[in-house]
């Protein structure tokens, strides 16, 4: 298995802020994904990043709202931009050290006032 | 885009009670996961699902895998106050590296 860290684990942003969400893994993993759960909702793929490469982004998620970065393979950050209430949201971090099955980090939940 | 719906929303019922719930994908999978999540916690990966037809068990789980790859269930023979939160399927189609797409979710209410 895999443990996976993340931080802040919530935050209170003002509207037009920007947030950064950190993801710690304790081994090297190739894939990260990044998602987005709405409190009562199921989980939305926002992207997956890969060491060394662009990230990928899901239909309706944009590099500038959602800047992704992955220097190395145990760590991701996520970049929540010019937030507005709607991007108020659990923002979870998972990775997939065995292909299939993925392991996910204790989220961060956002509120935007 | 691909689409996996799950019913019921939710279900409540006696501990003791059996509780089911279906997963329907829009499009053919190459497998299906199950994931839990407790009430203030992060999905938890119970099980994997690969070929037609399969079906497989872990106590008082069972985890049933369509003929067509595009639909599964998970039944919970007696439940137990444990078996609380929502439980989600997730699909894999064939040469999208990993990625998941997660149902819609059934949140489990028991109670005693």
Request: proline fraction near 4%; hydrophobic fraction near 30%.
């Amino acid at each position: 298995s895999a443990v996976i860290s993340q931080k802040p684990s919530r935050d209170i942003c003002q509207r037009g802020t920007s947030l950064t969400i950190q993801c710690q893994v304790d081994s090297q993993v190739t894939m990260m994904f990044w998602y987005r759960q709405q409190p009562g909702q199921s989980l939305t793929l926002i992207a997956t990043a890969n060491q060394g490469s662009e990230a990928t982004y899901e239909s309706g998620f944009v590099i500038d709202k959602f800047p992704i970065s992955r220097p190395n393979l145990t760590f991701s950050t996520l970049t929540v931009s010019n937030m507005s209430p709607e991007d108020s949201s659990i923002y979870l971090c998972s990775v997939g050290p065995f292909s299939y099955e993925q392991y996910f980090g204790p989220g961060t939940r956002l509120t935007v006032t | 885009g691909q689409q996996v719906m799950q019913i019921p929303q939710y279900q409540h019922v006696q501990e003791g009670e059996d509780f089911t719930t279906y997963c329907n994908s829009s499009t053919t999978l190459s497998n299906i996961q199950w994931y839990k999540q407790r009430p203030g916690g992060h999905p938890v990966f119970l099980i994997q699902l690969v070929k037609s037809g399969e079906v497989k068990k872990q106590k008082r789980l069972t985890f049933q895998f369509g003929e067509a790859k595009k639909n599964s269930s998970l039944h919970i023979t007696a439940t137990q106050t444990t078996d609380v939160g929502t439980y989600f399927c997730a699909g894999q189609v064939d040469g999208t590296a990993s990625k998941l797409t997660f149902g819609t979710g059934t949140r489990l209410q028991v109670t005693l």
